[in-house]
């Protein structure tokens, strides 16, 4: 169950909404606590367990949640950037969310 795509879509979005400074006001004012998400992050890690298809369906929540958000200005920039530099998600991970329609 805990490595069901739905669980890793779900757990993604919970553990990165908080640490997203600003969710509700301008979309200047959002952010990401840097901090937190790379605290947080390391529980990401451990379900996602070096398996590139539960890293994709994270990326893919990590997409549906910028969407939700209605894209505010290099945000996914940025949490991609920390889940690559934390290890948490594999170049292959993203070479393959990347070539996905």
């Known amino acids: 169950l805990t490595s069901s795509p739905s669980f890793i879509r779900t757990l993604t979005t919970v553990v990165t909404e908080s640490c997203i400074n600003g969710i509700g006001g301008p979309h200047s004012q959002i952010s990401l606590d840097e901090d937190s998400f790379k605290n947080r992050s390391q529980i990401l890690k451990t379900y996602l367990k070096d398996d ?3 890293e ?3 990326l893919i929540a ?3 949640l ?3 958000l209605e894209h505010p200005q290099k ?3 940025v949490i991609f950037e920390k889940l690559y530099e934390e290890d948490v998600v ?3 991970a993203f070479l393959s969310w990347s070539k996905n329609d």
């Open 75 to 77: 945000l996914i920039h």
């Open 56 to 58: 994709f369906q994270s």
């Open 90 to 92: 594999s170049e292959e």
């Open 66 to 68: 910028i969407h939700r």
């Open 52 to 54: 590139s298809d539960l």
């Open 62 to 64: 990590l997409q549906y």
